[in-house]
């Protein structure tokens, strides 16, 4: 009978709504992965997403499993091969032992060069890999030459909003209890920020 007292109930549920998470790959040789997917989680924070970048040296590869999306910037060695410190996360994806990806939203941005007969091959089978395991792309895979910037950055444009859209979609579904008109995925993205542990 107290009206009062049934409002914060009705509230409560709103926050237990997980964000989306947003892993954020860079597989490089020579850093240039690395700065377009640190531009990448850059872009994604700004706009309210909850991205998290790891370096494929430090990244676990069978956390691929519990991901929700992934998205992956990668260069490619020698005839076509993922680059030394993503060997073991290339390994496990085309192992036997593989997990399946049902539930995993992926992309792949690809850094090469043209001048060698398998032009981003790891960007290529990494795309592969994470599709036949059942991954949904999110964007066509976007294969970038030796002057990277241009297309590199096209791609970012894509991805940054697209993330950005489907991040913002379980806040509408629940319909968030925020009266102060804040964004709702401000709270969620200061909550669960891995970059600073």
Not at 50 to 73: F, M, R, S, T
Not at 126 to 148: H, I
């Given at each position: 009978m107290q009206p009062g007292i049934g409002a914060p109930a009705a509230a409560a549920p709103a926050p237990a709504a997980e964000?989306?998470?947003?892993?954020?790959?860079?597989?490089?040789?020579?850093?240039?992965?690395?700065?377009?997917a640190a531009e990448l989680q850059q872009r994604l924070a700004a706009a309210g997403v909850n991205a998290v970048h790891a370096a494929a040296a430090d990244y676990k590869p069978k956390n691929i499993a519990g991901e929700q999306l992934v998205l992956l910037v990668t260069s490619t060695q020698g005839e076509g091969e993922p680059p030394e410190e993503a060997l073991s996360l290339y390994k496990l994806l085309s192992s036997k032992k593989a997990p399946k990806l049902s539930d995993l939203k992926f992309a792949v941005?690809?850094?090469?060069?043209?001048?060698?007969?398998?032009?981003?091959?790891a960007g290529k089978s990494f795309d592969?890999?994470?599709?036949?395991?059942?991954?949904?792309?999110?964007?066509?895979?976007?294969?970038?030459?030796?002057?990277?910037?241009?297309?590199?950055?096209?791609?970012?444009?894509?991805i940054v909003p697209l993330v950005g859209s489907l991040a913002a979609a379980p806040a509408a579904a629940t319909g968030t209890g925020n009266a102060s008109g804040s964004p709702a995925p401000a709270a969620p993205a200061s909550a669960y920020n891995k970059a600073n542990p």
């Amino acid at each position: 009978m107290q009206p009062g007292i049934g409002a914060p109930a009705a509230a409560a549920p709103a926050p237990a709504a997980e964000p989306l998470r947003v892993a954020v790959i860079s597989a490089s040789q020579t850093g240039n992965a690395r700065k377009v997917a640190a531009e990448l989680q850059q872009r994604l924070a700004a706009a309210g997403v909850n991205a998290v970048h790891a370096a494929a040296a430090d990244y676990k590869p069978k956390n691929i499993a519990g991901e929700q999306l992934v998205l992956l910037v990668t260069s490619t060695q020698g005839e076509g091969e993922p680059p030394e410190e993503a060997l073991s996360l290339y390994k496990l994806l085309s192992s036997k032992k593989a997990p399946k990806l049902s539930d995993l939203k992926f992309a792949v941005l690809g850094l090469g060069d043209s001048s060698y007969p398998m032009f981003c091959g790891a960007g290529k089978s990494f795309d592969e890999l994470l599709a036949k395991l059942g991954g949904e792309r999110l964007l066509e895979r976007q294969d970038c030459d030796l002057e990277y910037q241009a297309e590199a950055a096209a791609w970012l444009e894509k991805i940054v909003p697209l993330v950005g859209s489907l991040a913002a979609a379980p806040a509408a579904a629940t319909g968030t209890g925020n009266a102060s008109g804040s964004p709702a995925p401000a709270a969620p993205a200061s909550a669960y920020n891995k970059a600073n542990p």
